[in-house]
């Protein structure tokens, strides 16, 4: 009971020692375009990629890596090493398996999409019918569902030819 009175006071304390930041202004230009997330300190220069462009700026890699996070329905410690005393993530470190399954999986769409998507000459398709991303197969999970077809409906389809029997 005297830890929860605590967190309430401590609570209510910050609540009320922020009023005085509520009546200020950004300074002028510095407001987040909407759905963006405003960085207070500049994100420092990506190191160590190897299939993603050497010269990706921070803000955009960040936007990269949440497609995939939101693809594949996980967070930045899936790929990413944790420092267990900082709680800190280390995405220059080559650690973790599924960081080397993730750049292989990223070089394969690429692949794709350059090699043999461009080659689709569908008037009706729209670009991103013929793109090919993490989301086309994983669908928001780590592992992408196998595909089952559905069981064969007995008779033949509408306007399709009658099955000759052997003889």
Do not use: W
Not at 124 to 137: E, L, N, S
């Amino acid at each position: 009971m005297k830890q929860a009175k605590f967190l309430a006071i401590v609570a209510a304390s910050l609540f009320y020692a922020s009023f005085p930041l509520a009546g200020q202004d950004a300074p002028q230009g510095t407001a987040a375009p909407a759905g963006e997330q405003q960085h207070h300190m500049p994100l420092p220069k990506p190191t160590n990629l190897k299939v993603l462009p050497k010269d990706i700026s921070p803000d955009d890699l960040i936007k990269t890596m949440r497609g995939y996070s939101q693809a594949l329905g996980v967070h930045c410690n899936f790929c990413h090493e944790v420092d267990e005393k900082t709680h800190k993530a280390n995405f220059a470190a080559d650690t973790k398996e599924d960081k080397k399954f993730a750049r292989t999986m990223i070089a394969m769409t690429r692949e794709i999409n350059t090699k043999f998507m461009t080659q689709i000459n569908d008037p009706d398709a729209k670009p991103a019918d013929k793109t090919v991303t993490c989301g086309t197969c994983h669908r928001g999970s780590q592992m992408p569902a196998q595909f089952v077809p559905k069981p064969e409906e007995h008779g033949p389809a509408p306007g399709a030819m009658p099955m000759q029997k052997p003889q």
